[in-house]
């Protein structure tokens, strides 16, 4: 009888870790698709006044550029690096009519840590704006709620392009190309 009740009890309790485990991947997918999926496309941004690392002010999005990206990045996050770079390629390639702001999200970053980041990125890296975001405006204000996010805004500020996860350079190059870039 002790063994039947052991089993019975092994059944339920492996029923439950089964159900428990399933409730937390609904959440998982439900919170990805809240977060990742979040985008606004055609909504028209509200502007703010930024100033950058070296002191400059800008707005996001600026009214004067075909378009504005703005990069959401920590000065650790590895696999930001890369679209960083493909990034710093594009302003290179593509001129003034393109505005990039890349904002360190991370509250206890400083100067010097986006510095060495900015090292990581190499030769094109100084093309790009850099701004921190230690009170969490640009976040709050553009949805950026997980690094590798990419927001691109038209000239009417209106937003064209958002993802949350990292970015290769083509997919980066036909969303600015389609802005006459």
């Known amino acids: 009888m002790a063994k039947k009740r052991q089993k019975q009890k092994r059944n339920r309790d492996f029923i439950l870790s089964i159900l428990v485990v399933g409730m937390v991947a609904v959440v998982g997918v439900a919170l990805f698709t809240t977060y990742a999926g979040n985008s606004q496309t055609g909504a028209v941004a509200e502007t703010l006044n930024i100033t ?3 002191g400059e002010t800008l707005s ?3 009214g004067d550029k075909q378009a504005t ?20 390629r594009l302003k290179t390639e593509m001129g003034d009519g393109l505005q990039i702001i890349a ?3 991370d509250p ?4 010097e840590l986006v510095q060495q980041f ?6 094109n890296a100084n093309t790009l704006y850099w701004v921190l975001d230690k009170e969490g405006v640009i976040s709050r204000t553009y949805g950026l709620r997980a690094l590798d996010t990419t927001v691109i805004f038209n000239s009417q500020a209106q ?3 958002r993802d ?9 190059r036909a969303q600015l190309e389609a802005l006459g870039l």
């Open 52 to 54: 950058t690392l070296t």
């Open 60 to 62: 996001i999005p600026a």
């Open 69 to 88: 990206v703005v990069f959401a990045m920590a000065y650790w996050c590895g696999t930001c690096i890369p679209e960083a770079r493909a990034l710093a």
């Open 103 to 105: 904002v360190d999200i």
């Open 108 to 111: 206890s970053s400083n100067a």
């Open 118 to 123: 900015q090292q990581a990125v190499g030769n």
């Open 159 to 161: 937003e064209i392009y």
């Open 164 to 172: 949350a996860y990292p970015t290769d350079y083509n997919t980066l």
